[in-house]
């Protein structure tokens, strides 16, 4: 049985918080929010969840916030992993800190061929952070440091589908096919990212030190063209699916290369929410040679793909 039961959390106010600390509250798990100071609201106004302060870059407030927590879950914007190393030493200072999940959720930047990817290499750099930092903490003596976990979901294809990020447009009532179409995509409920973390802090044990690998299904764009199109059943009254086809990929990747430079020559921070980011994402999980994981069948755990 986990030993794990409070949980500090830190960037519980996106996307990613309005998921996942509602489904550590089901779980029974007693949950504190560490927010910066001046940072947004909370996604949950559950009287349970205790709220404390401190910068991402501030060491003894982090580590004061992290007093008598068990686990430490990541939630921020990919581009807040610059301050990992002192997230990690104040975990490290906090003596009850049994786990770490990162926050990856998505993408699996563990493959090897990922860090050629622009907008994956915040979080690559930050892994390998994250392993200095435990690995010099326990050659210096520390005997409690903690274990971490990466969870990767792929694409949350409902999310995707509401904010227009997914491949699938259900108002417009098309579909594009990226590149031949026959390419194997893991995707996710969002849902499911709340899921996987429970399941972690359940059974951290079986998830000591490695990435953890949760998926909904695995489709090609062909097979949902087939569903959607080619199913409709003849109806008079819906309108028809149309398919937009972009067959030249590498001028995609090119193009979203191009633009990623731009926004840095621009001096764009939140990279996040930029054309740039959402292209080089389609590039790498629509590459015709599986060549950055975007198929995560053979990786994904047992009963949960």
Do not use: C
Not at 25 to 38: D, K
Not at 101 to 117: C, K, L, M, R
Request: charged residues 20%; glycine residues 8%.
């Amino acid at each position: 049985m986990s030993s794990i039961q409070n949980v500090a959390v830190l960037g519980a106010s996106g996307t990613l918080g309005a998921i996942v600390v509602p489904a550590l509250l089901q779980a029974g798990f007693t949950v504190t929010v560490i927010s910066r100071p001046g940072g947004r609201a909370l996604p949950s106004n559950d009287p349970s969840i205790s709220l404390k302060y401190a910068a991402y870059d501030d060491v003894p407030a982090l580590t004061t916030a992290l007093h008598n927590q068990d686990a430490l879950i990541e939630l921020f914007n990919p581009t807040a992993t610059i301050h990992r190393r002192t997230i990690i030493r104040a975990a490290l200072a906090s003596p009850t800190i049994k786990h770490i999940i990162t926050n990856e959720f998505g993408f699996d930047t563990f493959h090897p061929a990922v860090a050629s990817i622009p907008s994956a290499q915040l979080k690559v750099a930050a892994q390998r952070v994250l392993e200095e930092e435990l690995q010099a903490a326990a050659a210096g003596g520390n005997t409690s440091v903690p274990a971490w976990t990466g969870i990767v979901t792929g694409i949350w294809f409902d999310w995707a589908m509401r904010a227009g990020k997914f491949w699938v447009d259900g108002v417009a009532r098309t579909i594009t096919r990226f590149g031949s179409g026959d390419q194997h995509t893991s995707i996710s409920r969002a849902a499911l990212n709340g899921e996987a973390v429970v399941a972690v802090l359940r059974a951290p044990h079986r998830f000591r030190n490695r990435a953890a690998y949760f998926a909904s299904h695995t489709v090609t764009t062909n097979e949902l063209i087939a569903l959607l199109v080619d199913d409709e059943g003849g109806s008079e009254t819906a309108t028809p699916w149309t398919v937009v086809d972009v067959p030249d990929m590498a001028a995609f990747s090119r193009e979203a290369r191009r633009l990623w430079d731009e926004d840095g020559r621009n001096g764009v921070v939140d990279r996040l929410h930029t054309r740039a980011w959402e292209m080089l994402a389609v590039a790498a999980v629509f590459d015709e040679e599986g060549g950055f994981g975007a198929d995560l069948r053979g990786k994904v755990e047992p009963g949960w793909g």
